[in-house]
C-alpha cells in the first residue's frame, strides 16, 4: 500500500510563488512515476507534471511550461512542485499521484495511487 500526502498550497497574489511537497511512504520508490494533477471547481482533473523517479524523463502540461517545475528525491521519497508567476487560472485543488511503472503519463487512469489533494489559491 502506498500513502501520498501533499503540503505546500495556499494563498498567493498573482505572479508570486509556491513550492508543493508530496511525501511517499510504504514502498520504496526506485521504478516508480510521480505526477501532479489540478482541479479546479466545475472542471476535470487535469494534468500538470510528471517525473519518472531517478530523473530519466519528465514532462510538462503546456499551460505550465516554463513556470513549474518538479523535481524529487528519491532517498525521502518526497516530489516537489515548484510553481513560479501564478496565475488566478491556476487556482485548484493539486494533486500528487504515483504510477507503478517508470514512464510518465498524462493520463488520470494510468496513476495507482493518490493523495487528498492540497488547495492553491492564486488572487488577482
Known amino acids: 500500500q502506498v500513502q501520498l500526502v501533499e503540503s505546500g498550497g495556499g494563498l498567493v497574489q498573482a505572479g508570486g510563488s509556491l513550492r508543493l511537497s508530496c511525501a511517499a511512504s510504504?514502498?520504496?520508490?526506485?521504478?516508480?512515476?510521480m505526477g501532479w494533477f489540478r482541479q479546479a471547481p466545475g472542471k476535470e482533473r487535469e494534468f500538470v507534471a510528471a517525473?519518472?523517479?531517478?530523473?530519466?524523463?519528465?514532462r510538462y502540461a503546456h499551460s505550465v511550461k516554463g513556470r513549474f517545475t518538479i523535481s524529487g528525491t528519491n532517498a525521502r521519497n518526497t516530489v516537489y512542485l515548484q510553481m513560479n508567476s501564478l496565475k488566478p487560472e491556476d487556482t485548484a485543488v493539486y494533486y500528487c499521484?504515483?504510477?507503478?511503472?517508470?514512464?510518465?503519463?498524462?493520463?488520470?487512469?494510468?496513476?495507482?495511487?493518490w493523495g487528498q489533494g492540497t488547495q492553491v489559491t492564486v488572487s488577482s
Open positions: 499521484a504515483a504510477r507503478l511503472y517508470p514512464t510518465v503519463t498524462i493520463k488520470t487512469h494510468d496513476y495507482d495511487y
Open positions: 510504504g514502498r520504496v520508490f526506485s521504478n516508480y512515476a
Open positions: 517525473l519518472a523517479w531517478g530523473g530519466i524523463s519528465s
